[in-house]
């Protein structure tokens, strides 16, 4: 017989849901990509949004990235994890659809010997 003896370290969680750009409707489908801790996965939410990333050893700083399945909207959360058994819920995390512009150039336009 083999006996073994595992010691495991502090873990915590970290939860949430994300919704379509009108802030409503759970997205079905998104890729979520949970970066931190030492470590990064990736997972695809269900019919009603909800996302879940467990067993992660603490304490850690974390990034949750989340993008529809055409590219065309992006969701971003930052986190800190320290409390042994915790499970951190983010909220919703609504999709931005909106494109990117440009809003401004420093210096402006004709700027010589900057």
Do not use: W
Not at 65 to 92: F, P, R
Request: charged fraction near 10%; aromatic fraction near 8%.
């Amino acid at each position: 017989m083999l006996t073994l003896d595992m010691t495991f370290g502090p873990i915590a969680a970290v939860t949430g849901i994300i919704l379509e750009p009108d802030g409503i409707t759970p997205a079905e489908g998104v890729g979520v990509v949970f970066t931190g801790c030492g470590k990064s996965f990736t997972l695809a939410t269900e019919a009603d949004g909800v996302f879940h990333f467990g067993n992660l050893p603490i304490p850690c700083n974390y990034q949750i990235y989340a993008e529809n399945g055409s590219g065309t909207a992006i969701a971003k959360y930052s986190g800190s994890l320290t409390v042994n058994g915790e499970v951190q819920d983010t909220g919703a995390l609504v999709l931005d659809d909106q494109p990117i512009r440009l809003l401004s150039i420093n210096p402006g336009a004709g700027t010589l010997n900057v």
